[in-house]
């Protein structure tokens, strides 16, 4: 991915505690104000955990911050906050390998117009996901409601989210995050031994 003069990407870092594996959220963003990246790390990071909350992340998680890595200048700066919050949700955890996959829609169509993210498995439990790794209605909803939110106030905190492209192209603007209602996949979170 190509991070273009006056962009940046934003990475929400978790932790399992019981291993110490990290596993991470990431998304673009235009830099409206130009502001450093130990600015917008803090920025990004109040605003992530306004809705997605020590009170909505299972216990056996830690949020550890947000890594910001921008370009300013021709120059690429990197900051990352140390917010080290354990979730307080008492409840037993899905797989490390399980995700939520969230699309990021553009007005634009074709492949190289979509994006996606994943939320780690620190929200949600054994109890969230059916033996068909299909999400449960009222899971999905709070999820939902937390991305709209997120989204709504990147834009607030003139942070607005974008979609950067593996080419020179100028990145995309996000209009919506869409939580998929079936689990995905990360082989790279699941270390098998």
């Given at each position: 991915m190509v991070i273009p003069e006056g962009f940046g990407e934003g990475i929400a870092v978790y932790e399992y505690i019981d291993t110490g594996e990290r596993?991470?959220?990431s998304f673009g963003f235009h830099n409206v104000p130009t502001e450093d990246a130990t600015t917008n790390s803090i920025n990004l990071s109040v605003s992530w955990r306004s809705f997605f909350t020590a009170a909505t992340t299972l216990d056996?998680?830690?949020f550890v911050g947000m890594y910001v890595i921008e370009m300013i200048g021709g120059?690429?700066?990197s900051a990352q906050t140390a917010d080290?919050?354990?979730g307080t949700v008492n409840a037993e955890p899905v797989s490390p390998a399980v995700a939520v996959g969230v699309k990021k829609q553009t007005s634009y169509a074709g492949?190289?117009?979509r994006g996606r993210m994943?939320?780690?498995p620190a929200f949600l439990s054994e109890a969230n996901v059916n033996g068909a790794g299909v999400i449960d209605g009222?899971?999905?909803t709070g999820l939902q409601s937390r991305c709209d939110d997120f989204l709504a106030d990147m834009n607030s905190i003139d942070l607005p989210m974008y979609l950067l492209h593996s080419d020179a192209t100028t990145p995309t603007p996000v209009n919506d995050?869409?939580?998929r209602d079936n689990v995905r996949t990360q082989r790279r979170r699941q270390h098998l031994r």
């Open positions: 596993m991470t959220t056996s998680y830690r120059v690429l700066q080290n919050t354990d492949k190289k117009y994943y939320l780690p009222a899971t999905i995050l869409i939580v």
